[in-house]
T-cell receptor
Framework: AQSVAQPEDQVNVAEGNPLTVKCTYS??????LFWYVQYPNRGLQFLLK??????LVKGSYGFEAEFNKSQTSFHLKKPSALVSDSALYFC???????????FGAGTRLTVKP | DTEVTQTPKHLVMGMTNKKSLKCEQH?????MYWYKQKAKKPPELMFV???????INESVPSRFSPECPNSSLLNLHLHALQPEDSALYLC????????????FGQGTRLTVV
């Protein structure tokens, strides 16, 4: 079965600095990888996905993620963080042949002014 | 329309009550999901429907009963719940398999008293 790991419960960055939220995955075959963001008492909002093709994926709100097959990683990045980026971020994986989408434990991002 | 609509937004029910959560989407998605999310935890997959048929049941207790009456609607029937079932219940939809992302509703905040 597929799984993802987010090794950091909490990431703190200063506004204007680059941010990275880490994710590693485990899946049989080619993975479909996703990043979602969740604000308090809300559902999950889709940010970006990797299916195939370029390893650098660009998504919503200036976020991007880099797929690294050899390291089985899919880290979320943003060149310049905003205070409004503070939220809970989830990495998710789905195998190519089913609808079983699994989420990582989540990383709380805090951007300080 | 990229919206998944869940009703009600909030629900308080006693342990002897019967209630239902509803979810609706009009994106033509043929995969629909129920997730349970406890505070500060990732969403946990409960059920997946593909083409209106139950394809995944993550060993969910029978007091939770899903129903997919047509391709746009997904229900979750609740009966004899326990206080530990209190959580945010999220509905999502996507295309069946493939690399498409899932779209999430805002969730139903359920409190069992």
């Amino acid at each position: 079965a597929q799984s993802v790991a987010q090794p950091e419960d909490q990431v703190n960055v200063a506004e204007g600095n680059p941010l990275t939220v880490k994710c590693t995955y485990s899946v049989s075959g080619n993975p479909y990888l996703f990043w979602y963001v969740q604000y308090p008492n809300r559902g999950l909002q889709f940010l970006l996905k990797y299916i195939t093709g370029d390893n650098l994926v660009k998504g919503s709100y200036g976020f991007e993620a880099e797929f690294n097959k050899s390291q089985t990683s899919f880290h979320l990045k943003k060149p310049s963080a905003l205070v409004s980026d503070s939220a809970l971020y989830f990495c998710a994986v789905r195998a190519w042949n089913n609808n079983d989408m699994r989420f990582g434990a989540g990383t709380r991002l805090t951007v300080k002014p | 329309d990229t919206e998944v609509t869940q009703t009600p937004k909030h629900l308080v029910m006693g342990m002897t009550n019967k209630k239902s959560l509803k979810c609706e989407q009009h994106m033509g998605h043929r995969a629909m999901y129920w997730y349970k999310q406890k505070a500060k935890k990732p969403p946990e997959l409960m059920f997946v429907y593909s083409y209106e048929k139950l394809s995944i049941n993550e060993s969910v207790p029978s007091r939770f009963s899903p129903e997919c009456p047509n391709s746009s609607l997904l229900n979750l029937h609740l009966h004899a719940l326990q206080p530990e079932d209190s959580a945010l219940y999220l509905c999502a939809s996507s295309q069946v398999a493939g690399g498409t992302e899932a779209f999430f509703g805002q969730g139903t905040r359920l409190t069992v008293v």
